[in-house]
């Protein structure tokens, strides 16, 4: 068990696709467990900020019953690496590009990867849907299994 975070970001690279299932299934575990934390995502580039999820990853959520359309990619920052106590990365180059923001440890410290047993999540966007399953079930158990180790 690990003490329970007070802020905590998911992120990927285009903030459209993995991270956005795992802020939802965050909020959804999170609010399973009664655990109250600030949740929200990011991506590490830049080229889809303002745009909703991409359409696969909003029908797999809609098929597991979550609706994530109200989201809006957005880019990290360093004030990011700040203000949330853990940032929850969905494969190794995304761990990369955030340490990129800081030479402090500290804050390198808190970028980790989402996956306990630390598999990538692969990234989805040039595969079809059928990828889009696979990655929300490798999501759904990390989330679940990182959400059990924060209840007191
Ligand atoms: P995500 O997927 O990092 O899971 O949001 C991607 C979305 C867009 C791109 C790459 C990955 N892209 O190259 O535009």
């Keep these: 068990m690990s003490e329970a975070p007070r802020a905590v970001l998911a992120l990927c690279l285009g903030n459209i696709c993995r991270s956005p299932i795992a802020e939802g299934l965050l909020r959804h575990h999170c ?22 999820p991409d359409p696969r990853s909003v029908e797999v959520m809609r098929l597991k019953g979550h609706d994530i359309r109200e989201q809006r990619a957005r880019k990290l920052t360093l004030a990011d690496l700040e203000y949330f ?24 410290a808190k970028v980790l990867l989402l996956d306990p047993e630390g598999r990538d999540v692969p990234d989805p966007y040039y595969g079809g849907p059928n990828g889009f399953l696979h990655i929300y079930e490798m999501i759904d158990k990390a989330v679940s299994q990182r959400a059990k ?3 007191k």
């Design 31 to 52: 609010a399973l467990l009664k655990l109250e934390l600030e949740i929200d995502s990011a991506g590490t580039g830049g080229y889809h900020v303002g745009e909703a």
């Design 85 to 108: 106590d853990l940032i929850l990365a969905m494969d190794t180059n995304n761990v990369r590009e955030a340490s990129r923001l800081t030479n402090d440890p500290r804050l390198r």
């Design 149 to 151: 180790s924060w209840v």
